[in-house]
């Protein structure tokens, strides 16, 4: 069975510093990968996805994500961050079913 | 742009009370899907429907139906809404394979 495992719950982080999320996730098969971010009082969006190809996958407003399969890893980073970005960040794994199997979240806090 | 939305942003009912959740999409998606969102759980899928009158149990049916009669349209029913159904749902959407999902801002519903 697919897992997702989002290893902080909460991450502070001061205006224009760089940030790094952790995903690891577990699966038997060949996996796709998502990142999602919820912005307060609205849905989900999508930032990023892995299918296949390059392991380095580049998203909207500058977020990018590392696949590294030995590590069972996905981790997503930005090189600086803007008060904007506080958000709910979703790490999701699926392994080509339709399904998807969401981590429980990290809540990014950008402090002045 | 893909769009879904839902029928209600905020909704309170009674304990017992039957409760409709309705989410349409505009793109013609095969899939469409209903999570529950609650705090330090992430997102949990209740049901999922690959095409019309088709639908399949996700990870927490009890206590939810589901009814799909046209493509576009799947509703979320809660028979007899008790106070342990309190949540965020979100209603989402995506076309056949893995694909990307599209989400709905969500329905806070609060059962009292």
């Known amino acids: 069975a697919q897992s997702v495992t989002q290893l902080d719950s909460q991450v502070p982080v001061f205006e224009e510093a760089p940030v790094e999320l952790r995903c690891n996730y577990s699966?038997?098969?060949?996996?796709?990968l998502f990142w999602y971010v919820q912005y307060p009082n609205q849905g989900l969006q999508l930032l990023l996805k892995?299918?296949?190809?390059?392991?380095l996958v580049k998203g909207i407003n500058g977020f990018e994500a590392e696949f590294n399969k030995s590590q069972t890893s996905f981790h997503l980073r930005k090189p600086s961050v803007h008060i904007s970005d506080t958000a709910e960040y979703f790490c999701?794994?699926?392994?080509?079913?339709?399904?998807?199997?969401f981590g429980k979240g990290t809540r990014l806090h950008i402090l002045p | 742009d893909v769009k879904v939305t839902q029928s209600s942003r905020y909704l309170v009912k009674r304990t017992g009370e039957k409760v409709f959740l309705e989410c349409v999409q505009d793109?013609?998606?095969?899939?469409m899907f209903w999570y529950r969102q609650d705090p330090g759980l992430g997102l949990r899928l209740i049901y999922f429907?690959?095409?019309?009158?088709?639908?399949e149990k996700g990870d927490i049916p009890e206590g939810y139906s589901v009814s799909r009669e046209k493509k576009e349209r799947f509703s979320l029913i809660l028979e007899s809404a008790s106070t342990n159904q309190t949540s965020m749902y979100l209603c989402?959407?995506?076309?056949?394979?893995?694909?990307?999902?599209?989400f709905g801002p969500g329905t806070r519903l609060t059962v009292l």
């Open positions: 793109m013609d998606h095969e899939n």
């Open positions: 699966s038997s098969v060949s996996v796709y």
């Open positions: 999701a794994v699926s392994n080509r079913d339709d399904k998807i199997i």
């Open positions: 989402a959407s995506s076309l056949f394979g893995v694909n990307e999902q599209f």
């Open positions: 892995y299918l296949s190809g390059s392991t």
């Open positions: 429907s690959y095409d019309v009158k088709m639908k």
